[in-house]
């Protein structure tokens, strides 16, 4: 029986002097890894190297070594310190020429927009080394390029992350199923989220729940702000319905564990369902996260069919103005209180007309805190038809985590009332 040929091996290079210096987080190595494990091109190597020519054909070259195909990103544009075209071609032994096909649509890009001169720094752009192939970027002015050298290619992508993943869901994508025909074996993921379970608790009750023997099935675990998720994974080579089978049979043994099937977008993806399919409507009033709240669920296309609103209200005078929490309660209790949560997440209801409102309000620091009411407190509510839920809860880390925290558990709290309702 002939042996099936061995997936294609990747690597990724992520150029410029902001990433190196941490001064951008370098998330299109995150967008490239995703894109080529979901085509079955698994990435075996990353590397980071400064506007350095010497640098980009160092690590070119070490990753050509490496892997068949190299994706690299960044320094493709217009200005001085745009050197990755010219490093490479230089390395691979390939003259770069102008070319017209590219210049002009270049040209006509800027014409497009509304600019009456074109800047000739721009034609260096349409520089494309002898023998490459031209990919489109409709969202941008750098093209993208693949050249091949004895086999292995080499695809150099702009480093703006939303015209990269452009190009990663169209002409990278096609270009790679054309390279490696017959070739490409997907893994098999599942995703299993969950939140407000620490993650080392997660994992003592997960290996308690899964049996000894899971086969093919790999398990990591995802651990953010919002919660952990569990990826479940069986290699590619694996014929699809036996993979279904252990993955269903993995899933199956996490039992009553809660958790929700949505990746990317989150919980809020989980909520919207469950919105949608029992026509409901829901707002928010935040004190402490600032609209962090209102920003994700807004955040999911669609959204408009169920959320219907929100209110900042920070100062205490704003939360009676704008969703009528009374002076007295807020006197009474003080401002982070459940009490005052519950007003909030009914005033918001009330005042957008929802079904479902939901409250928060805390101290994320970092000042503010006192003895009995700490820095990371926050007490959070939801208000569902005539029952209204509340908890109160210390979250740990910086101000950007305790509001993250908070939105998400704000979150979870909507969540179980709608699964309850």
Not at 197 to 223: C, F, K, N, Q, T
């Amino acid at each position: 029986m002939a042996t099936a040929p061995p997936a294609p091996k990747s690597a990724v290079v992520t150029i410029g002097d902001e990433v190196l210096l941490g001064d951008t987080i370098d998330t299109n190595a995150a967008l490239i890894g995703r894109a080529l494990d979901e085509l079955g091109a698994p990435v075996l190597r990353r590397e980071v190297v400064g506007d350095d020519a010497g640098a980009i054909q160092g690590a070119v070259a070490r990753a050509l070594a490496d892997g068949e195909l190299v994706l690299v990103s960044g320094g493709l544009g217009p200005t001085p310190d745009d050197l990755t075209r010219a490093a490479v071609a230089e390395l691979l032994g390939a003259a770069l020429r102008l070319d017209p096909g590219t210049a002009e649509a270049l040209r006509a890009r800027f014409h497009a927009l509304g600019f009456r001169d074109f800047p000739e720094r721009n034609l260096a752009q349409a520089m494309v080394p002898v023998g490459a192939r031209v990919l489109p970027n409709q969202l941008g002015t750098a093209p993208g390029l693949a050249l091949e050298r004895e086999g292995r290619w080499v695809v150099l992508l702009p480093g703006v992350p939303r015209e990269l993943e452009g190009m990663l869901a169209g002409p990278v994508v096609e270009l790679v199923r054309e390279l490696f025909a017959g070739r490409l074996r997907p893994p098999h993921h599942r995703f299993v989220c969950t939140t407000g379970i620490a993650e080392s608790r997660l994992a003592e009750r997960i290996e308690a729940l899964l049996p000894a023997d899971r086969g093919p099935v790999r398990l990591a675990y995802l651990p953010s702000l919002r919660g952990v998720d569990l990826r479940f994974t069986v290699p590619g080579d694996v014929d699809p319905a036996d993979a279904r089978v252990w993955l269903d049979r993995m899933e199956d043994a996490l039992g009553e564990l809660e958790r929700y099937r949505f990746r990317g977008d989150d919980l809020v993806a989980a909520v919207a369902e469950l919105l949608v399919d029992g026509r409901r409507t829901v707002a928010v009033g935040e004190s402490c996260t600032g609209g962090l709240l209102a920003k994700r669920m807004t955040d999911l296309p669609g959204s408009s069919r169920w959320f219907l609103g929100g209110v900042i209200a920070y100062a205490n005078a704003a939360k009676t103005a704008l969703v009528a929490v009374p002076p007295a309660l807020i006197e009474r209790v003080g401002a982070v209180s459940e009490e005052v949560a519950r007003a909030l997440a009914v005033g918001a209801a009330r005042s957008f007309g929802a079904d479902a409102g939901v409250g928060i309000t805390g101290i994320a620091g970092p000042d503010g805190g006192t003895p009995e009411k700490p820095v990371g407190t926050v007490c959070y509510a939801v208000a569902l038809g005539k029952a209204v839920t509340s908890e109160r809860r210390l979250f740990p880390g910086d101000r950007v985590a305790v509001r993250e925290r908070a939105a998400q558990a704000a979150l979870h709290l909507l969540y179980r009332a709608l699964l309850g309702a």
